[in-house]
T-cell receptor, first 112, second 116 residues
Framework: GNSVTQMEGPVTLSEEAFLTINCTYT??????LFWYVQYPGEGLQLLLK?????DKGSNKGFEATYRKETTSFHLEKGSVQVSDSAVYFC???????????FGTGTSLTVIP | GAVVSQHPSWVICKSGTSVKIECRSL??????MFWYRQFPKQSLMLMAT?????????EQGVEKDKFLINHASLTLSTLTVTSAHPEDSSFYIC????????????FGPGTRLTVL
């Protein structure tokens, strides 16, 4: 089947620390991969995406590379800020489908 | 960018009453809309997929008669929680897509429902 597995949180980092949130997937077809961010009390916002193998998505200092060989899409940021505190969701959608498969989410707290 | 709104953003109701949540695509026509439910500190669970002018497709385990979905126009879908009970309290999020490619989905800000 189709599924997404994320590292469990919560993750607490000091400001300017390096962030990695692991995400691996299984898919029955060819997926596009996404990272969404959810701030407290709000809906999901698209952070970045990649639609094919070896693509790198990037936005606001965050990056993730679509690795087909390891079925991974790990999220990284070189220097986190307090404002990055949120819940991050990895997700996939098959290129032939219309349903998102979400990971369980990883809560990030950045302390000054 | 494409914007999806939800109304209301927060609602409290008494047990046994019905609540309607609206999802609107503000600057594009949404051929398909999706309704998700999110429990505290958990991921999103797809409840149903609705296409304009046709009946919604519900995921396994979602009660069709309890969660009524109507997609009457290309910019509006509604979710009605009928005879709400405290266990229906949750965060409901919709998303909308203009069509191909389906991976261009845009999410609403969510509606928090509390049933007393």
């Amino acid at each position: 089947g189709n599924s997404v597995t994320q590292m469990e949180g919560p993750v607490t980092l000091s400001e300017e620390a390096f962030l990695t949130i692991n995400c691996t997937y299984t898919a029955t077809g060819y997926p596009s991969l996404f990272w969404y961010v959810q701030y407290p009390g709000e809906g999901l916002q698209l952070l970045l995406k990649a639609t094919k193998a070896d693509d790198k998505g990037s936005n606001k200092g965050f990056e993730a590379t679509y690795r087909k060989e390891t079925t991974s899409f790990h999220l990284e940021k070189g220097s986190v800020q307090v404002s990055d505190s949120a819940v991050y969701f990895c997700a996939l959608i098959l290129n032939t489908g219309n349903q998102f498969y979400f990971g369980t989410g990883t809560s990030l707290t950045v302390i000054p | 960018g494409a914007v999806v709104s939800q109304h209301p953003s927060w609602v409290i109701c008494k047990s046994g009453t019905s609540v309607k949540i609206e999802c609107r695509s503000l600057d594009f026509q949404a051929t398909t809309m999706f309704w998700y439910r999110q429990f505290p500190k958990q991921s999103l669970m797809l409840m149903a997929t609705s296409n304009e002018g046709s009946k919604a497709t519900y995921e396994q385990g979602v009660e069709k008669d309890k969660f009524l979905i109507n997609h009457a126009s290309l910019t509006l879908s509604t979710l009605t929680v009928t005879s709400a009970h405290p266990e229906d309290s949750s965060f409901y999020i919709c998303s909308a897509t203009p069509g191909v490619p389906h991976n261009e989905q845009f999410f609403g800000p969510g509606t928090r429902l509390t049933v007393l």
